[in-house]
């Protein structure tokens, strides 16, 4: 479920030091930004936002399929 994910990305970026990889995904994800308007909010290269919503997508999915 989506706050669940939410959850975990928010969870994963505090407890893993990826705190900026979890604001992108949020961003990305949850608010639907575009990566040019994300990199823009978070300071850094579209370059790098694309690194961390790849790195952070596949992050999630792997929470959201593994098995409690």
Do not use: C, N, Y
Request: net charge negative; aromatic share 4%.
């Amino acid at each position: 479920d989506v706050d669940q994910g939410a959850g975990r990305v928010e969870l994963a970026g505090d407890l893993l030091g990826h705190a900026r990889q979890a604001e992108v995904v949020e961003l990305r994800l949850f608010a639907g930004m575009k990566p040019d308007e994300v990199a823009e909010i978070v300071g850094v290269s579209r370059r790098s936002v694309e690194s961390d919503w790849t790195h952070g997508r596949a992050w999630l999915k792997a929470e959201l399929t593994r098995q409690p």
